[in-house]
């Protein structure tokens, strides 16, 4: 079966229409709640589901949507097909796969991640000297 997807660098799971899994013969094991952008909580079925997308294969949690969710695919099914969003470009990019790997070293990044984590360090620290600042 073939589904479009938003993919959402915020959502940890994806949210996949519940009648889509049921047709995969997919069932929920557990509820859980969830919290939206807008602050909402709200309550969905959890299940498992093996996902497809160019040539990789992963398996994931699955959110079992209700009617007006939106399709949306999430942060640990990207992870499970060895992608990553790159979000200057808006496009997915292979993920550098690692073993027993605590904290990844800049070396090993991707050029563009590599700036954009000196970018946000830089703003980081920027702001802790504001606040020191204005602290005093």
Do not use: C
């Not at 557990?30 to 992963?58: H, P, W």
């Amino acid at each position: 079966m073939k589904l479009r997807f938003l993919v959402d660098s915020g959502a940890v799971y994806s949210v996949v229409p519940k009648s889509a899994l049921t047709e995969l013969g997919i069932k929920p094991h557990s509820k859980q709640q969830f919290t939206l952008a807008n602050g909402d909580t709200i309550e969905r079925e959890l299940g498992d589901a093996l996902f497809e997308y160019g040539g990789r294969r992963g398996a994931s949690p699955v959110i079992f949507g209700e009617p007006g969710d939106s399709h949306l695919l999430g942060m640990v099914t990207l992870e499970a097909l060895g992608l990553m969003l790159d979000p200057l470009r808006r496009e997915l990019r292979p993920l550098p796969m690692t073993l027993a790997m605590a904290k990844m070293r800049l070396q090993y990044m991707p050029k563009w991640l590599r700036k954009r984590k000196r970018k946000l360090a830089a703003k980081r620290r920027h702001r802790r000297r504001m606040l020191r600042k204005l602290g005093r």
